[in-house]
């Protein structure tokens, strides 16, 4: 098995007595100087980023990478998978834009 090396994925495999192989394309996305702030405090601090972040994917105001990017690496590790049997099971998702998820 294959695992975010997240520390949600990693708990939730040993949680269910699984062992994974971590891999690093499978990180959530990495979202620079805004790690650890809800989105409404980025907001509130960074409106217009915000703003371009929400309606651009490509764009990546805080450093990290972009929505884009990180659907393109996510994706690669993917397609890598259909060189095995076709089962994979994936982490959590990552904290999508719009959510009021915390990064």
Known sequence: MVVSPGVRCR???GALGLEGT???ELAG???GRRGGRTLDEVAVAEPEAVGRWLTDPSC????????????VRVGRRLDALRETDGRARLGPPMDAPGTGVGF
């Open 29 to 31: 996305l990495d979202v």
């Open 22 to 24: 971590e891999a690093a």
């Open 11 to 13: 708990e939730t495999a």
């Open 60 to 71: 990546a105001p805080h450093g990290g990478e972009s929505v884009r990017d990180a659907c």
